[in-house]
């Protein structure tokens, strides 16, 4: 497999490959981190509204669609990783049927959650955050969600960080975690 391919390792695409920019910045997750992210999502995803606010290659996006979600928002500022995105949509979803499940915003982060307020259309149960390590846009994103109540109540957040940072964030209590070699990944809920 190309270095700027990714394989959708369940759901109705299983197997299927998305295709991406070759970029030294963009990592998708791993398969195996992938494997247990979903396993762990299992009887919350069918027909979930999910936002992939850092989308890349879109593989967590992609993945929960292929697995039941009812939409998916894909979030990028670079041009080509859009593109590519879109083109994913097309070839997996089609023209007809893409617009209403999976949606491409060719924006930063933060104007896409600047447009975001508390309100049904705005709120996701499970919203994916893989930004660029060491960027400072984890804690960001976070406060931000938090912020705006982006979250539903049983809502969950995702997120991988380098091993050596703490995985406990203000606001937030961690359902699951676990680790894969110089990475930690879980998932967030919300602190009441």
Known sequence: MARNEVRIIGGKWKGRKLSFPASR???PTLGRVRETLFNWLMADLEDARCLDL?????????????????????????????????NNVTQLLGN????DRARVHLQ??????????SREEARWEVI?????????????ALA???????????????????????LIHPGWRVAKTSRAGDNQ???LAREF
């Open 54 to 86: 850092f989308a890349g290659s879109g593989a967590l996006g992609f993945e929960a669609l292929s697995r039941g979600a009812r939409q998916v928002n894909f979030v990028d500022n670079n041009y080509q990783t859009a593109k590519a995105l879109r």
């Open 96 to 99: 007809a049927a893409g617009p």
């Open 144 to 166: 931000a969600i938090a912020e705006r109540n982006l979250l539903t109540a049983h809502g969950r957040v995702y997120i991988e960080q380098p091993a050596n940072t703490a």
């Open 185 to 187: 990944f879980g998932l």
């Open 128 to 140: 994916f955050l893989d930004p660029p390590f060491d960027s400072g846009s984890l804690e960001r």
């Open 25 to 27: 910045t963009l990592r």
């Open 108 to 117: 930063s982060a933060w104007k896409f959650l600047d447009r975001c307020q």
